[in-house]
Each structure stands twice: as C-alpha cells, then as structure tokens.
C-alpha cells in the first residue's frame, strides 16, 4: 500500500511544514527518534536547497508498507536550474557550508537510498528512501 | 561483566552506579565507553538516545519536560554526527592520497636516479634530500665518449606534486638533447624553451649545467638564475663564488645564457648546491654564506661523497632534523 502526500516549497517557513510532514509520516511508520531526527534533517537539506537554489519546487512523501519492509521515501523536485556537476556536487566537503556534513552527501548518509536527477536548465529530482529498522 | 559493549545495560548500569556514587571508576569507565563507540562508528544522536532511555529505565517517572529536552538534544546533536561521519570518510580518503603520493615519489626516485659516474681524477659527491615526500630539487651527471662530464643541478621554484612533474620534464628534455650538444650556454638556452613552452607561468625552474673535461680540467658552465656555486682555490685556499647571469628557465623564450670557466688544479673543489642548503634556517635566522662555507671546509678532506653526506647531516641537525627545503649538494674534488 502507498499513501502520498506533498508539501510545497516556496519560502522559508515552507521548510518547517515540510519537517513536519515528514516527522509525523515517520512517526506513524514507527521510526526511533533518532532515525525521526535523520529524515527531517534530510528533507530540511532538501528544502533548503529547493528554497536557495530553485525558488520553488515540492518535497513529496510516500510511506510504503510492504509485507516485508516499511519505509519512507521522499522526492524532492524542483523546475530550477539543476545542478551541472553532480559528482563534484556530491563530494565531501564541497558544500557552501564548508564541508562540515551537511549537504547532499549529508542527505545521502542519513537515509538509504538516494538518488538525483538533474538536467541543466530543467530541474532537479532528488529521490531517497528511509527504511524501518 | 563486559563493561564497555555498547548496550543500553552496560550504559544504564554505569549510569545508576555514577549516580549513586559519582565515582571516579565510572567516569573512567564512561571514557572508555566513549572511544569504543568512536571505533564502531557510534555518532554522538545514538549516544544520547541510549541515554534517554537508560534514563527512563532508571526513573519510569521521569517529568516530560527532561524528556522533552533530552529530545531536543537529540535533535541538535545530527549535524556534529553528519560532520563527524564526514570526517572518518575524509580520514580515510587522506589515508589514500597519502599511499598515492609514496607511490608517486618512489616513481620520482626512480624515474630520476642518475649514477655518480667515474672520472678519472676527479672524486664527485652528491647527495640529494628532498623535505617533503616529493623532490623539487634535481641533479644529473652524463658523460660522453670522450669522458667529458656533464653536471646539472637544478631547483624548482614551489614544492611538491607540481615540482615533482616540472622536473621529470627536464630530465626527459636533457636526455632528449643529441650527444653533440655539450655546451653548457647552449643547453640552457634550449631547456628555456622547453619549459617556456611547457611549463605553468607561475612556476620557474632555476638551473646550473656545467661541463667538465677531465683532460684539462676546465670547467664550462653556465647558470639560469640558480643558487651561485662555489669554487674552491687550493693554492689560495680560499673560496670563492662563481658568479653567473641569466634569467631563470622559462621566463622569456629570448633568454640567452653567458658561459664561464675556471680551470681546476689539483685538491681544488666545486661546490655546487641548491638554496635549501644556504637558505638553511636555525630558528628564525637564516645561515649565512660564511657559515656554510665554514661547515664544508670541516668536511672537505674526506672523499667527497663522505663529505657531502656530513655535510647535510649537519644542516640536517641544525634545523632540527625538520628541513625547510628540498637540500641538494654536490662535490667535484680534483
Ligand atoms: N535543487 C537544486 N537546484 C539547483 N542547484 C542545487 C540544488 N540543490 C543543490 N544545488 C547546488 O548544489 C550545491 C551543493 O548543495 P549542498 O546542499 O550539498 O550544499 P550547499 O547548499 O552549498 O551548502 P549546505 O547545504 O551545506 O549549506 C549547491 O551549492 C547548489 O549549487
Ligand atoms: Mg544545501
């Protein structure tokens, strides 16, 4: 079974609903707190950057409920300008902040699966999944 | 018990008995606790969540508000264990550039050994030290069919990996030169070009070629802007500087290099060098030219390889066995 839901990205607050959003799905997935306290770091990453780099865009929930697993994925998307190299991008250490974690390689430790696909000029998809321990 | 497995009993256990007692056992205990946690990847959320719960373990009725707030700790702890997991990546990514850049210099070494070849009547000593892994420092002897020698001592200006490449360049346009081209003027004047042409602005490369014929013992040589050598006068037993001109290597494809010599009598001696070896530093000073000149006359009656050798352990000591610079020193005793 999936369930979806969305919350839009258009100012800073936006980041907050998309916490919270998040938190409550991962809640309701039965996630420790330490594991509530990974994905709504993530999706803050991701939203900041939807909000800094692409103006707008959505961060979009699905809890899947397998027979076997239970998890969160979350896909951030935006129509902004994408990010020309994401290999450089994912690099420790790259980020703005000075490399102290945080970023995308952030994202990708905190959750266990990540994916990004971004078309310069186009947008940017980032995909990851958290999984119930 | 296994007092320092990462379990929420261990931890509740040390913790009640810390409480009771705020011993220092504990404490001990606790710090070990930590480094292993450290070894296993453990980030500082996952510590604090073990202890919230030993904690309501300890106290069922523990207030919402400090359960409340060891939450919000929780919280504010994720972006130290993002940037400390970052660090153990970066901690090992070092860990292989380190092992690259042995492997690098080892290819250096080999790449650039050159072999103190024999002449007759003339005793040669070189040595060759560089002060990181890589050397940017340089030197070369060849001979031709008529035993004369050929003697290149070169510097490159910046240190390191980049260093490192310029100069495996210059060997290779060295080799490269036909066997007729000897003259000392001429040599640079096409080494400029290669490294004009090849070579990064920002980076000069400085360069002594020297030309020796064991027949007449003259020396021919010619400088690009590198360190003054020096020659000794037995007769005279005093030293002096060979003086030279010319712009260092690749600066201006015009650049032409004036050619000198000096004829070499018996126990007379050339020293040639690189600036780690006068720019040496004991403490904030710089050495001076006298002081160096006094070290190589201590060692200058020794076979020349002998002395060059103590001649760099002695700077190497002086400056605290930590060199500044890459060091090269070369003998030619006749
Ligand atoms: N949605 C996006 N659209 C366009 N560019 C993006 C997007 N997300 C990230 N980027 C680009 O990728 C870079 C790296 O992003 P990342 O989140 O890793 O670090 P940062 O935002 O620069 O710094 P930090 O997130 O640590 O404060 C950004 O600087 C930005 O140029
Ligand atoms: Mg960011």
Redesign the pocket.
């Known amino acids: 079974m999936i369930t979806k839901s969305s919350v839009q990205i258009r100012k800073e607050w936006d980041i907050v609903g998309a916490r919270q959003m998040g938190r409550n799905l991962a809640k309701e997935l039965g996630f420790g707190t330490v594991d509530q306290a990974r994905i709504t770091t993530a999706i803050s ?1 991701l939203a900041r ?2 909000y ?3 103006d707008k865009g959505k961060v979009a929930y699905e809890k899947i409920e397998d027979m076997n697993k239970k998890g969160l994925r979350i896909v951030a998307s ?1 129509q ?4 020309h190299d994401l290999s450089k ?1 994912m690099e420790d250490g ?4 000075g490399g102290l974690g ?4 952030g994202v990708k430790r905190l959750m266990d699966c990540f994916d990004i696909v971004s078309e310069p000029g186009m947008g ?1 998809t980032i995909t990851t999944i958290k999984w119930v321990r | 018990m296994e007092p320092y497995k990462f379990d929420v009993n261990n931890y509740r256990n040390l913790l009640k008995k810390y409480i009771a007692s705020q011993d220092e056992t504990s404490l001990y205990q606790a710090e070990q606790f930590s480094k292993l946690s450290m070894q296993h990847n453990i980030s500082p959320e996952e510590i604090i969540n073990v202890h919230i719960q030993a904690l309501k373990e300890l106290y069922p009725d523990l207030p919402v508000e400090i359960d409340s707030s060891m939450n919000f700790l929780l919280e504010t702890m994720i972006s130290y264990g993002l940037a400390y997991q970052e660090f153990q990546t970066l901690r090992e990514k070092q860990g292989e550039l380190e092992s690259e850049i042995s492997i690098a210099a080892n290819m250096q070494q080999t790449l650039l050994s050159t072999t103190i070849p024999d002449i007759v009547g003339l005793d040669i000593g070189a040595i060759s030290v560089p002060s990181h892994q890589m050397n940017g420092d340089y030197y070369h002897f060849v001979t031709d069919e008529s035993n004369n020698l050929g003697i290149a001592i070169a510097d490159v200006i910046g240190k390191g990996i980049p260093a490192a490449l310029a100069m495996s360049m210059i060997k290779y346009s060295l080799d490269s030169f036909p066997e007729t081209m000897r003259n000392p003027s001429v040599i640079l004047e096409n080494l400029n070009r290669v490294v004009e042409q090849n070579v990064d602005t920002s980076m000069f490369i400085t360069m002594f070629y020297g030309l020796f014929n064991p027949e007449t013992g003259s020396l021919q040589f010619s400088s690009a802007g590198h360190e003054p050598g020096f020659y000794y006068c037995a007769d005279k037993d005093q030293f002096f500087e060979m003086t030279t001109k010319g712009l260092v290597l690749g600066v201006s494809d015009q650049a032409t290099y004036e050619q000198f010599d000096i004829t070499m009598e018996s126990d007379d001696m050339v020293v040639l060098l690189t600036d780690g070896v006068t720019e040496c530093r004991i403490g904030e000073r710089f050495i001076d030219t006298e002081e160096v000149l006094e070290v190589i006359r201590k060692y200058m009656h020794l076979p020349a390889q002998e002395a060059v050798e103590l001649v760099y352990r002695h700077f190497e000591r002086l400056q605290d066995f930590q060199l500044r610079d890459d060091f090269t020193l070369i003998f030619l005793k006749k």
């Open positions: 990453e950057n939807i800094l780099y692409a935006d902004g300008p994408g990010i991008v790259f980020s703005t902040s945080a970023g995308l390689p940017t």
